[in-house]
Protein backbone atom coordinates (compact mmCIF):
# COMPACT_ATOMS: atom_id res chain seq x y z
CA UNK A 1 0.00 0.00 0.00
CA UNK A 2 1.51 3.51 -1.00
CA UNK A 3 2.08 5.84 1.58
CA UNK A 4 0.81 9.81 1.20
CA UNK A 5 3.56 11.11 0.17
CA UNK A 6 3.88 8.66 -2.95
CA UNK A 7 0.04 8.84 -3.29
CA UNK A 8 0.74 12.35 -3.97
CA UNK A 9 3.76 12.08 -6.16
CA UNK A 10 1.42 9.89 -8.42
CA UNK A 11 -1.57 12.43 -8.00
CA UNK A 12 1.48 15.34 -9.47
CA UNK A 13 1.26 12.59 -12.50
CA UNK A 14 -2.25 12.88 -12.97
CA UNK A 15 -3.11 9.10 -11.39
CA UNK A 16 -6.65 9.13 -11.27
CA UNK A 17 -6.52 6.05 -9.22
CA UNK A 18 -4.39 7.49 -6.79
CA UNK A 19 -6.57 10.16 -6.24
CA UNK A 20 -9.23 7.89 -5.45
CA UNK A 21 -7.21 6.10 -2.97
CA UNK A 22 -6.42 9.49 -1.07
CA UNK A 23 -9.79 10.26 -0.92
CA UNK A 24 -10.48 7.38 0.10
CA UNK A 25 -8.14 7.24 3.16
CA UNK A 26 -8.60 10.99 4.28
CA UNK A 27 -12.67 11.34 3.59
CA UNK A 28 -13.87 10.49 7.07
CA UNK A 29 -11.04 13.05 8.81
CA UNK A 30 -11.86 15.26 6.59
CA UNK A 31 -15.61 15.30 7.06
CA UNK A 32 -15.28 15.62 10.62
CA UNK A 33 -13.18 18.60 10.57
CA UNK A 34 -15.44 19.77 8.16
CA UNK A 35 -18.33 18.98 10.21
CA UNK A 36 -17.13 20.26 13.48
CA UNK A 37 -16.86 23.93 12.04
CA UNK A 38 -19.70 23.86 10.09
CA UNK A 39 -21.92 22.21 12.48
CA UNK A 40 -24.75 21.52 9.73
CA UNK A 41 -24.68 18.28 7.52
CA UNK A 42 -25.79 20.52 4.47
CA UNK A 43 -22.27 22.08 3.41
CA UNK A 44 -20.19 19.57 4.68
CA UNK A 45 -20.30 17.11 1.21
CA UNK A 46 -19.60 20.33 -0.72
CA UNK A 47 -16.19 21.15 1.47
CA UNK A 48 -14.92 17.45 1.27
CA UNK A 49 -15.50 18.04 -2.50
CA UNK A 50 -13.65 21.17 -2.80
CA UNK A 51 -10.82 20.10 -0.54
CA UNK A 52 -9.99 16.77 -2.30
CA UNK A 53 -10.37 19.20 -5.58
CA UNK A 54 -7.90 21.56 -4.32
CA UNK A 55 -5.46 18.80 -3.41
CA UNK A 56 -5.54 17.46 -7.07
CA UNK A 57 -4.89 20.63 -8.35
CA UNK A 58 -2.18 21.90 -6.17
CA UNK A 59 -0.78 19.04 -5.33
CA UNK A 60 3.21 20.65 -6.55
CA UNK A 61 2.31 23.53 -3.67
CA UNK A 62 2.59 20.65 -0.74
CA UNK A 63 6.33 20.79 0.63
CA UNK A 64 7.32 17.41 1.66
CA UNK A 65 9.68 18.87 3.95
CA UNK A 66 7.43 21.25 5.90
CA UNK A 67 4.32 18.96 7.13
CA UNK A 68 2.81 15.76 7.08
CA UNK A 69 0.76 14.94 4.10
CA UNK A 70 -2.37 14.90 6.33
CA UNK A 71 -1.75 17.82 8.17
CA UNK A 72 -1.70 20.05 4.89
CA UNK A 73 -4.53 18.56 3.53
CA UNK A 74 -6.37 19.30 7.18
CA UNK A 75 -5.44 22.73 6.88
CA UNK A 76 -6.90 22.93 3.34
CA UNK A 77 -10.16 21.32 4.98
CA UNK A 78 -10.42 23.97 7.71
CA UNK A 79 -9.85 26.95 5.12
CA UNK A 80 -12.28 25.97 2.85
CA UNK A 81 -15.21 25.00 5.87
CA UNK A 82 -14.40 28.48 7.53
CA UNK A 83 -14.57 30.52 4.12
CA UNK A 84 -18.27 28.58 3.96
CA UNK A 85 -19.20 29.10 7.07
CA UNK A 86 -18.24 32.67 7.13
CA UNK A 87 -20.43 33.12 3.98
CA UNK A 88 -23.26 31.42 5.42
CA UNK A 89 -23.26 32.97 8.80
CA UNK A 90 -25.89 31.00 9.99
CA UNK A 91 -24.21 28.62 12.77
CA UNK A 92 -25.70 31.25 15.83
CA UNK A 93 -29.12 30.76 15.12
CA UNK A 94 -29.03 27.16 14.36
CA UNK A 95 -28.76 24.54 17.08
CA UNK A 96 -26.01 21.59 16.89
CA UNK A 97 -26.75 18.43 15.25
CA UNK A 98 -26.91 16.05 18.76
CA UNK A 99 -24.99 13.52 16.79
CA UNK A 100 -21.99 15.07 15.55
CA UNK A 101 -18.39 13.81 16.54
CA UNK A 102 -20.28 10.46 18.10
CA UNK A 103 -19.67 8.32 14.76
CA UNK A 104 -16.43 6.37 15.20
CA UNK A 105 -15.03 5.48 12.20
CA UNK A 106 -15.81 1.29 11.63
CA UNK A 107 -12.55 -0.27 10.03
CA UNK A 108 -12.86 -2.07 6.85
CA UNK A 109 -11.11 -1.01 4.16
CA UNK A 110 -7.43 -1.62 3.64
CA UNK A 111 -6.67 2.71 3.87
CA UNK A 112 -9.20 3.42 6.38
CA UNK A 113 -6.83 0.64 8.80
CA UNK A 114 -4.15 2.62 7.84
CA UNK A 115 -5.41 6.16 8.37
CA UNK A 116 -7.41 4.73 11.83
CA UNK A 117 -3.66 3.92 13.16
CA UNK A 118 -1.55 6.83 12.50
CA UNK A 119 -4.90 9.54 13.14
CA UNK A 120 -5.81 7.28 16.17
CA UNK A 121 -1.79 8.02 17.47
CA UNK A 122 -2.21 11.52 16.35
CA UNK A 123 -5.99 12.31 18.18
CA UNK A 124 -4.59 10.93 21.13
CA UNK A 125 -1.53 13.14 21.21
CA UNK A 126 -3.61 16.19 20.54
CA UNK A 127 -5.97 15.69 22.93
CA UNK A 128 -3.78 14.34 25.70
CA UNK A 129 -1.52 18.24 24.58
CA UNK A 130 -5.15 20.24 24.58
CA UNK A 131 -5.76 18.49 28.37
CA UNK A 132 -2.69 19.99 29.61
CA UNK A 133 -3.83 23.84 28.66
CA UNK A 134 -5.76 25.62 31.24
CA UNK A 135 -9.79 25.93 30.26
CA UNK A 136 -10.05 29.39 29.40
CA UNK A 137 -6.57 28.86 26.87
CA UNK A 138 -8.40 25.70 25.54
CA UNK A 139 -11.78 27.92 24.67
CA UNK A 140 -9.61 30.46 23.10
CA UNK A 141 -7.85 27.73 20.98
CA UNK A 142 -11.44 26.19 20.34
CA UNK A 143 -13.20 29.79 18.75
CA UNK A 144 -10.03 30.52 16.73
CA UNK A 145 -9.30 27.54 15.34
CA UNK A 146 -12.77 25.80 15.02
CA UNK A 147 -15.11 28.83 14.50
CA UNK A 148 -12.37 30.96 12.65
CA UNK A 149 -13.03 34.40 15.12
CA UNK A 150 -10.33 37.18 15.23
CA UNK A 151 -8.90 38.37 19.02
CA UNK A 152 -11.23 41.01 18.44
CA UNK A 153 -14.28 38.85 18.16
CA UNK A 154 -12.81 36.33 20.35
CA UNK A 155 -12.36 39.56 23.03
CA UNK A 156 -16.18 40.75 22.03
CA UNK A 157 -18.10 37.18 22.38
CA UNK A 158 -16.29 36.07 25.93
CA UNK A 159 -16.56 40.01 27.34
CA UNK A 160 -12.32 39.83 27.85
CA UNK A 161 -10.23 42.65 27.31
CA UNK A 162 -8.30 42.22 23.48
CA UNK A 163 -4.73 41.59 25.84
CA UNK A 164 -6.11 39.29 27.88
CA UNK A 165 -6.93 37.64 24.59
CA UNK A 166 -3.91 38.09 23.05
CA UNK A 167 -2.12 36.66 25.56
CA UNK A 168 -3.97 33.69 25.70
CA UNK A 169 -3.73 32.61 22.31
CA UNK A 170 0.15 33.16 22.82
CA UNK A 171 0.60 31.23 26.03
CA UNK A 172 -1.90 28.50 24.43
CA UNK A 173 -0.25 28.49 20.97
CA UNK A 174 3.53 27.77 22.83
CA UNK A 175 2.20 25.10 24.96
CA UNK A 176 0.45 22.94 22.94
CA UNK A 177 3.62 23.62 20.68
CA UNK A 178 5.76 21.95 23.80
CA UNK A 179 3.72 19.39 24.62
CA UNK A 180 3.01 18.16 21.07
CA UNK A 181 6.82 17.83 20.71
CA UNK A 182 7.02 16.04 24.05
CA UNK A 183 4.47 13.82 23.56
CA UNK A 184 5.39 12.96 20.08
CA UNK A 185 8.62 11.91 21.14
CA UNK A 186 8.00 9.87 23.99
CA UNK A 187 5.20 7.91 21.33
CA UNK A 188 8.48 7.31 19.50
CA UNK B 1 18.47 48.87 13.97
CA UNK B 2 16.57 49.20 17.19
CA UNK B 3 13.50 49.93 14.66
CA UNK B 4 14.18 46.17 13.05
CA UNK B 5 14.30 44.79 16.56
CA UNK B 6 11.17 46.54 17.55
CA UNK B 7 9.42 45.34 14.48
CA UNK B 8 10.81 41.61 15.04
CA UNK B 9 9.74 41.64 18.54
CA UNK B 10 6.28 42.96 17.50
CA UNK B 11 5.81 40.33 14.58
CA UNK B 12 6.83 37.33 17.05
CA UNK B 13 4.17 38.49 19.39
CA UNK B 14 1.61 37.97 16.66
CA UNK B 15 2.87 34.70 15.16
CA UNK B 16 0.63 32.54 17.22
CA UNK B 17 -2.33 34.60 16.22
CA UNK B 18 -1.37 34.87 12.18
CA UNK B 19 -0.81 30.72 12.58
CA UNK B 20 -4.18 30.50 13.65
CA UNK B 21 -5.09 32.63 11.03
CA UNK B 22 -7.28 34.91 13.96
CA UNK B 23 -4.99 37.95 13.75
CA UNK B 24 -6.81 41.08 13.10
CA UNK B 25 -6.91 42.84 9.69
CA UNK B 26 -5.20 46.44 11.17
CA UNK B 27 -2.02 44.04 12.80
CA UNK B 28 -1.31 42.02 9.50
CA UNK B 29 0.40 44.47 7.48
CA UNK B 30 3.58 45.07 9.63
CA UNK B 31 3.85 41.02 10.61
CA UNK B 32 3.82 40.62 6.78
CA UNK B 33 6.76 42.94 5.66
CA UNK B 34 8.91 41.46 8.73
CA UNK B 35 7.94 38.10 7.82
CA UNK B 36 9.46 38.45 3.96
CA UNK B 37 12.41 39.55 5.50
CA UNK B 38 13.22 37.58 8.53
CA UNK B 39 13.97 33.51 7.75
CA UNK B 40 13.86 33.19 12.04
CA UNK B 41 10.34 34.25 12.10
CA UNK B 42 8.93 32.15 9.09
CA UNK B 43 10.48 28.70 10.19
CA UNK B 44 8.36 29.80 13.92
CA UNK B 45 5.32 30.63 12.16
CA UNK B 46 5.96 27.23 9.73
CA UNK B 47 6.43 24.95 13.54
CA UNK B 48 3.06 27.12 14.79
CA UNK B 49 1.18 26.55 11.35
CA UNK B 50 2.14 22.73 11.97
CA UNK B 51 0.81 23.37 16.04
CA UNK B 52 -2.38 24.74 14.75
CA UNK B 53 -2.91 21.93 12.34
CA UNK B 54 -2.99 19.07 14.88
CA UNK B 55 -5.83 20.56 16.45
CA UNK B 56 -8.11 19.11 13.42
CA UNK B 57 -6.80 15.73 14.71
CA UNK B 58 -8.50 16.00 18.31
CA UNK B 59 -12.14 15.86 16.05
CA UNK B 60 -13.29 12.35 16.24
CA UNK B 61 -12.90 11.31 12.71
CA UNK B 62 -16.67 10.62 10.62
CA UNK B 63 -17.93 8.43 8.35
CA UNK B 64 -20.09 9.95 5.74
CA UNK B 65 -22.99 7.57 4.12
CA UNK B 66 -21.70 5.11 1.67
CA UNK B 67 -24.15 7.10 -1.04
CA UNK B 68 -22.49 10.45 0.34
CA UNK B 69 -18.97 9.24 -0.03
CA UNK B 70 -19.66 7.43 -3.08
CA UNK B 71 -21.32 10.52 -5.09
CA UNK B 72 -18.35 12.72 -3.86
CA UNK B 73 -16.03 10.50 -5.33
CA UNK B 74 -17.44 9.75 -8.42
CA UNK B 75 -17.73 13.86 -8.69
CA UNK B 76 -13.78 14.07 -7.67
CA UNK B 77 -13.09 11.84 -10.50
CA UNK B 78 -15.16 12.74 -13.30
CA UNK B 79 -13.35 16.19 -12.62
CA UNK B 80 -10.06 15.02 -12.26
CA UNK B 81 -10.38 12.91 -15.52
CA UNK B 82 -11.95 16.17 -17.22
CA UNK B 83 -9.12 18.28 -15.95
CA UNK B 84 -6.81 15.57 -17.42
CA UNK B 85 -8.06 16.19 -20.91
CA UNK B 86 -6.90 19.29 -23.07
CA UNK B 87 -9.45 22.35 -23.13
CA UNK B 88 -10.75 22.88 -26.59
CA UNK B 89 -8.63 26.27 -26.53
CA UNK B 90 -5.56 24.73 -25.00
CA UNK B 91 -5.25 26.81 -21.74
CA UNK B 92 -5.14 25.03 -18.36
CA UNK B 93 -8.16 25.00 -16.02
CA UNK B 94 -7.97 27.71 -13.43
CA UNK B 95 -7.04 26.53 -9.97
CA UNK B 96 -10.10 27.06 -7.70
CA UNK B 97 -8.59 28.38 -4.53
CA UNK B 98 -4.99 29.45 -3.07
CA UNK B 99 -3.46 27.09 -0.75
CA UNK B 100 -5.05 28.15 2.94
CA UNK B 101 -0.98 28.79 4.14
CA UNK B 102 1.13 31.68 3.97
CA UNK B 103 4.05 29.64 3.11
CA UNK B 104 2.74 30.43 -0.30
CA UNK B 105 3.87 34.47 0.49
CA UNK B 106 7.40 33.40 0.51
CA UNK B 107 10.05 31.91 -1.69
CA UNK B 108 11.29 28.07 -0.99
CA UNK B 109 13.89 27.73 0.42
CA UNK B 110 16.42 24.89 -1.71
CA UNK B 111 15.98 22.73 1.09
CA UNK B 112 12.18 22.72 0.37
CA UNK B 113 11.16 19.53 -1.71
CA UNK B 114 8.13 20.28 -3.56
CA UNK B 115 6.35 17.98 -5.99
CA UNK B 116 6.21 18.70 -9.88
CA UNK B 117 2.56 19.80 -11.10
CA UNK B 118 1.11 18.01 -13.98
CA UNK B 119 0.28 21.18 -15.71
CA UNK B 120 3.69 23.55 -14.94
CA UNK B 121 6.23 21.22 -16.53
CA UNK B 122 8.17 24.65 -17.37
CA UNK B 123 7.99 26.32 -14.44
CA UNK B 124 10.95 27.96 -13.00
CA UNK B 125 12.20 28.98 -9.59
CA UNK B 126 12.71 32.24 -10.90
CA UNK B 127 9.00 32.43 -12.07
CA UNK B 128 7.92 31.14 -8.50
CA UNK B 129 9.96 34.01 -6.65
CA UNK B 130 8.40 36.55 -8.31
CA UNK B 131 4.85 35.71 -8.39
CA UNK B 132 5.77 35.00 -4.54
CA UNK B 133 6.86 38.72 -4.38
CA UNK B 134 3.69 40.36 -6.39
CA UNK B 135 1.42 38.00 -4.02
CA UNK B 136 3.32 39.62 -1.04
CA UNK B 137 3.13 42.91 -2.54
CA UNK B 138 -0.17 42.64 -3.59
CA UNK B 139 -1.39 41.27 0.17
CA UNK B 140 0.45 44.06 2.15
CA UNK B 141 -1.08 46.78 -0.74
CA UNK B 142 -4.46 45.21 -0.07
CA UNK B 143 -3.95 45.19 3.88
CA UNK B 144 -2.46 49.04 3.57
CA UNK B 145 -6.09 50.22 1.49
CA UNK B 146 -8.26 48.37 3.92
CA UNK B 147 -6.46 50.19 6.59
CA UNK B 148 -7.18 53.64 5.03
CA UNK B 149 -10.67 52.88 3.76
CA UNK B 150 -10.96 51.71 7.66
CA UNK B 151 -9.64 55.32 8.78
CA UNK B 152 -11.83 57.16 6.27
CA UNK B 153 -14.72 55.50 7.60
CA UNK B 154 -14.15 56.39 11.05
CA UNK B 155 -12.87 59.52 10.23
CA UNK B 156 -16.29 60.05 7.83
CA UNK B 157 -18.28 58.53 11.06
CA UNK B 158 -17.46 61.13 13.91
CA UNK B 159 -17.75 63.94 11.74
CA UNK B 160 -21.20 62.57 11.27
CA UNK B 161 -21.59 62.33 14.81
CA UNK B 162 -20.46 65.78 15.50
CA UNK B 163 -22.24 66.98 13.46
CA UNK B 164 -25.57 65.38 14.88
CA UNK B 165 -24.38 66.99 18.02
CA UNK B 166 -23.68 70.70 16.88
CA UNK B 167 -27.30 70.71 15.17
CA UNK B 168 -28.84 68.89 18.68
CA UNK B 169 -26.74 71.69 20.75
CA UNK B 170 -28.48 74.55 17.98
CA UNK B 171 -31.98 73.20 18.73
CA UNK B 172 -31.28 73.16 22.43
CA UNK B 173 -29.87 76.42 22.57
CA UNK B 174 -32.73 77.96 20.33
CA UNK B 175 -35.49 76.32 22.78
CA UNK B 176 -33.44 77.54 25.75
CA UNK B 177 -33.67 81.20 24.39
CA UNK B 178 -37.54 81.17 23.26
CA UNK B 179 -38.07 79.76 27.10
CA UNK B 180 -36.56 82.65 28.15
CA UNK B 181 -38.67 85.19 25.97
CA UNK B 182 -41.84 83.27 27.33
CA UNK B 183 -40.63 83.76 30.88
CA UNK B 184 -39.25 87.23 31.23
CA UNK B 185 -40.83 89.02 27.48
CA UNK B 186 -42.66 92.41 28.46
CA UNK B 187 -45.90 90.59 27.44
CA UNK B 188 -45.92 87.85 29.71
CA UNK B 189 -47.78 87.80 32.61
CA UNK B 190 -47.25 85.83 36.25
CA UNK B 191 -49.93 83.65 38.43
CA UNK B 192 -48.87 82.36 41.73
CA UNK B 193 -50.22 78.76 42.90
CA UNK B 194 -50.42 77.86 46.10
CA UNK B 195 -51.83 74.82 47.84
CA UNK B 196 -53.19 73.99 50.87
CA UNK B 197 -52.39 70.21 51.10
CA UNK B 198 -48.72 70.36 51.00
CA UNK B 199 -47.11 73.90 52.40
CA UNK B 200 -43.66 73.46 50.70
CA UNK B 201 -45.27 72.96 47.42
CA UNK B 202 -45.13 75.76 45.37
CA UNK B 203 -45.65 76.89 41.41
CA UNK B 204 -45.92 79.47 39.05
CA UNK B 205 -47.73 80.03 35.49
CA UNK B 206 -45.73 82.09 33.18
CA UNK B 207 -48.08 83.48 30.32
CA UNK B 208 -46.73 84.41 27.18
CA UNK B 209 -50.19 86.31 26.06
CA UNK B 210 -47.92 87.75 22.87
CA UNK B 211 -47.34 83.59 21.59
CA UNK B 212 -50.31 82.40 23.63
CA UNK B 213 -47.51 79.93 24.97
CA UNK B 214 -48.01 78.78 28.72
CA UNK B 215 -45.24 77.50 30.80
CA UNK B 216 -45.53 76.09 34.23
CA UNK B 217 -42.79 75.19 36.58
CA UNK B 218 -43.16 74.03 40.09
CA UNK B 219 -40.74 73.10 42.99
CA UNK B 220 -41.40 70.34 46.12
CA UNK B 221 -44.28 68.76 44.02
CA UNK B 222 -44.83 64.90 45.46
CA UNK B 223 -44.22 62.14 43.29
CA UNK B 224 -47.70 61.05 42.25
CA UNK B 225 -49.08 57.48 43.02
CA UNK B 226 -48.90 54.69 40.70
CA UNK B 227 -51.27 54.93 38.01
CA UNK B 228 -52.22 58.66 38.49
CA UNK B 229 -50.70 61.45 36.86
CA UNK B 230 -51.00 65.75 37.35
CA UNK B 231 -53.07 67.68 35.29
CA UNK B 232 -52.94 71.23 34.69
CA UNK B 233 -55.86 73.39 34.07
CA UNK B 234 -57.02 76.95 32.48
CA UNK B 235 -60.33 77.71 34.24
CA UNK B 236 -62.60 80.19 32.52
CA UNK B 237 -65.93 81.27 33.15
CA UNK B 238 -67.51 78.99 31.12
CA UNK B 239 -64.90 75.69 31.16
CA UNK B 240 -61.71 74.40 32.68
CA UNK B 241 -59.12 73.73 29.92
CA UNK B 242 -56.59 71.10 30.06
CA UNK B 243 -52.73 72.75 29.53
CA UNK B 244 -51.82 69.18 29.73
CA UNK B 245 -50.42 66.24 32.42
CA UNK B 246 -46.81 66.51 34.03
CA UNK B 247 -44.91 64.50 36.43
CA UNK B 248 -42.26 65.66 38.57
CA UNK B 249 -38.72 65.10 38.57
CA UNK B 250 -36.93 63.20 41.17
CA UNK B 251 -35.79 66.35 42.91
CA UNK B 252 -39.23 67.44 42.68
CA UNK B 253 -39.31 69.65 40.10
CA UNK B 254 -41.56 70.29 37.19
CA UNK B 255 -42.00 72.23 34.02
CA UNK B 256 -44.85 71.99 31.54
CA UNK B 257 -45.56 73.48 28.30
CA UNK B 258 -48.48 74.54 26.40
CA UNK B 259 -49.55 76.78 23.44
CA UNK B 260 -53.28 78.06 23.81
CA UNK B 261 -54.80 81.75 22.62
CA UNK B 262 -56.97 82.94 25.54
CA UNK B 263 -58.64 86.51 25.79
CA UNK B 264 -56.73 87.89 28.70
CA UNK B 265 -59.59 88.39 30.58
CA UNK B 266 -60.68 85.08 30.22
CA UNK B 267 -58.76 83.72 32.14
CA UNK B 268 -59.61 83.04 35.90
CA UNK B 269 -57.50 80.46 37.69
CA UNK B 270 -55.00 78.23 37.02
CA UNK B 271 -55.17 74.83 38.87
CA UNK B 272 -53.59 71.31 38.89
CA UNK B 273 -55.60 68.21 39.76
CA UNK B 274 -54.54 64.60 40.55
CA UNK B 275 -56.20 62.23 37.88
CA UNK B 276 -55.54 58.71 36.41
CA UNK B 277 -52.47 58.47 34.24
CA UNK B 278 -54.05 58.88 30.95
CA UNK B 279 -55.71 62.18 32.23
CA UNK B 280 -59.28 63.58 32.20
CA UNK B 281 -61.56 66.13 30.11
CA UNK B 282 -62.66 67.34 33.00
CA UNK B 283 -61.02 67.46 36.60
CA UNK B 284 -62.24 64.61 38.82
CA UNK B 285 -60.43 65.85 41.83
CA UNK B 286 -60.08 68.91 44.47
CA UNK B 287 -56.74 70.92 43.13
CA UNK B 288 -53.63 70.65 45.03
CA UNK B 289 -52.30 74.23 43.58
CA UNK B 290 -54.34 76.95 42.63
CA UNK B 291 -53.68 80.60 41.46
CA UNK B 292 -55.98 82.89 40.78
CA UNK B 293 -55.64 85.39 38.10
CA UNK B 294 -55.16 89.05 39.47
CA UNK B 295 -53.85 90.82 35.86
CA UNK B 296 -57.99 90.25 34.76
Not at chain 1, 12 to 23: I, L, M, S, T, V
Not at chain 1, 155 to 175: C, E, Y
Not at chain 2, 252 to 277: C, F, N
Request: with cysteine; proline share 4%; glycine share 4%.
Amino acid sequence: MADDAALLRQLAEGDEQAFGAFYDRWNPLVNAVALRILRQRDDVEKVVEETFWQVWRQTERYEVSRNAVQTWLLTIARSRALERRHTRKQLRENPLDDDIGDVVVQGGTESNLAMNVESTERRRVAIAALAELPAEQRAVLELAYFEGLSQSEIADRTGQPLGTIKARVRSAMQKLKGRLFILREEAR
Amino acid sequence: MTGERTAHEKARQALEALALDVLDVKDQAGVLTHLASCASCRNELAALQATAAQLSYAVRPVQMSDSQRDRVRALLLDRAAADDAPTPDGRTVPEPHPTPSFHILFPHTPAEETLPHKNAKTATTWVAVAACIVALVSAVTLVRVRRERDTFFTAYQIALARNALVDSLRVSLEERNRLVVNLTGSHVAVINLVSNSVASLSARMFWDQSANVWTFVAHNVPAHKTGRTYQLWLVTAKSKISAGTFAPGLNGDAIARATYALPKSALIAVAVTDEPAQGSAQPTSIPILVGVNSTR
